[in-house]
């Protein structure tokens, strides 16, 4: 290891603390970051492939606030020639984001993308972007959270830039409901997973488990729960309104496409 270079860097002692790590966000998906690419992947292909035309045309720069393992984010640096802000405070995920943008064996493929370890409220990026992000992340906050992220996003985007969201769920299951994140094989083993949703007082609760078999076998089980904030859409376009955004049309599949103002009280009108 050369060190020679860190005699003129401040002393480690001397750096902040990674604060965000110790806090909940920063904690969160310890169990589910592992099983993440292979059991989601595949489900949010489609979302992060619908984002290749707004990312080729923005002109400014491009922030992805929860960024996750960086399933979209490759996608949005893959189609794009501007700066790639990708915003992650949970170091699980983040540590397979940050092998994704830098494998060791292979190109650089993030010279133009920075990562922060922060929350996005927590972001100073202000009028950075043409081009804001945020899939499967504004409804795992709890609502005053959410309305302050809509704030943070109005402000870091450009007058007239463009946030794509997932659609929020509307209402809490009337019962609960178990779905499959499927299976994948990887050598003698098998990996599956399943989320069961039911409603928890005013959120919805999201127990994900994870089994991993050998031979029919079971060698470990794992579980993580998450919470949900449902909104209904006329809920979220009074919300983001409040912040300076306008919601366009949805877009398939399960697309929401928001502009910012162009001054505030006065909404982007498409030609
Ligand atoms: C369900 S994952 C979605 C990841 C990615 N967007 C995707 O679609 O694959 C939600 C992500 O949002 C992150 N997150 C949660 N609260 C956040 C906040 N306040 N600011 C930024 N990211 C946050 C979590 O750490 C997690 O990685």
Redesign the pocket.
């Known amino acids: 290891m050369d060190i020679r270079g860190e005699t003129r860097r401040a002393p480690y002692a001397a750096l902040p603390e990674a604060r965000p790590d110790d806090g909940p ?1 920063g904690r ?2 310890t169990v589910s970051a592992e099983f ?1 690419d292979l059991l ?1 992947a595949r489900s ?1 292909h489609r ?2 492939q619908a984002l290749a035309g707004p990312a080729a045309a923005a002109r400014v720069g491009i922030v ?6 960086g ?2 984010t490759d996608v949005l640096i893959g189609a794009s020639c501007v700066p790639v802000h990708a ?4 170091a699980a ?1 983040r540590a397979v984001l940050l092998s994704r943008l830098h494998p060791p064996a292979g190109a650089f493929v993030g010279d133009r993308v920075t990562v922060h370890s ?4 927590e972001l100073s990026l202000s009028g950075q972007a043409d081009l804001a ?5 504004a409804s ?2 709890p609502p005053h ?1 959410r309305r302050a ?1 809509w704030h943070s996003l109005a402000d870091l985007l450009v007058p007239a830039g463009l946030l794509f969201l ?1 659609r929020p769920p509307a209402r809490l299951p009337v019962r609960p409901t178990r779905r499959s994140l499927g299976e994948v094989r990887l050598g003698m083993d098998t990996y599956r997973g399943q989320v069961t949703a039911r409603a928890e007082h005013d959120r919805i609760r999201c127990d994900y488990a994870y089994l991993v078999c050998r031979q029919g076998r079971v060698l470990r089980r794992a579980q993580e729960t ?1 919470l949900l904030w449902p909104l209904t859409r006329q809920a979220l376009g009074a919300e983001l309104a409040d912040a300076g955004l306008v919601l366009e049309g949805g877009l398939p599949p399960d697309l929401v496409r928001v502009r910012r103002a162009i001054a505030p009280g006065l909404p982007h009108r498409p030609a």
């Open positions: 966000e969160a998906y993440y989601h949010y979302h992060a992805e606030v929860g960024a996750g393992t399933l979209v915003v992650e405070p949970a995920m922060c929350s996005a409220v992000v945020c899939l499967r992340m795992c906050l959270e992220l997932d998450f």
